[in-house]
């Protein structure tokens, strides 16, 4: 973590993960079944598992691995919700909440292919991943707390939200190796 990073950390201080786990269970709450909100919940979970296999990979290969499937996991996900859920907060003047989503993205996109050149199981990798996991856990914080119970009171056409955020999804993992469930499992 850099100078910057840990200076950042130390005045913004992350939620607990009690309030990440009340979060959650609002969203859960408020997305209902079937709803593009459920789907981005069922994805942060497959994030949340993601990261852990990558943490707690014991050998080399299992690491890259495990990253590999992080990484087509985030950039799905990051893709479906830019192409859709993001204009929507827009839509619903939410414009601040869009903009913030899209940067922090942008800058997890940005670490990743920093991650994606260290040696696994190095201090440097997994410092660079807990980081990179401490800045999705609070994105996530932000939309499950937030930002898309905003877009669910606020927003319109949620039945085309959710077509079209699955379709994106979808189109993002096809083909990816080692992820032909994940999309289909996400139904």
């Known amino acids: 973590m850099s100078i910057?990073?840990?200076?950042?950390?130390?005045?913004?201080?992350?939620?607990?993960?009690?309030?990440?786990?009340?979060?959650?269970?609002?969203?859960?709450?408020?997305?209902?079944?079937?709803t593009w909100f459920a789907l981005v919940l069922d994805h942060h979970d497959l994030l949340r598992s993601a990261f852990a296999e990558t943490r707690n990979a014991s050998q080399a290969g299992q690491q890259k691995a495990a990253l590999k499937k992080l990484a087509a996991l985030l950039l799905g996900h990051a893709q479906a919700e830019e192409a859709v859920l993001y204009p929507a907060l827009a839509v619903a003047h939410e414009k601040a909440h869009a903009e913030m989503g899209y940067n922090e993205q942008a800058m997890v996109k940005m670490q990743m292919a920093q991650l994606e050149q260290l040696p696994p199981l190095s201090e440097e990798?997994?410092?660079?991943?807990?980081?990179?996991?401490?800045a999705v856990l609070h994105h996530m914080y932000e939309e499950e707390g937030t930002w898309f119970l905003e877009l669910m009171d606020k927003g319109e056409k949620h039945d085309m939200l959710t077509q079209r955020?699955?379709?994106?999804?979808?189109?993002?993992?096809e083909g990816k190796p080692g992820m032909a469930g994940s999309a289909r499992q996400l139904q």
């Open 4 to 34: 910057v990073d840990k200076a950042i950390a130390a005045i913004t201080p992350p939620e607990s993960d009690k309030a990440r786990v009340e979060a959650t269970a609002k969203a859960r709450a408020a997305a209902g079944h079937g």
């Open 165 to 173: 955020f699955r379709e994106e999804f979808e189109r993002y993992m």
């Open 125 to 134: 990798f997994n410092d660079k991943l807990e980081h990179i996991e401490g």
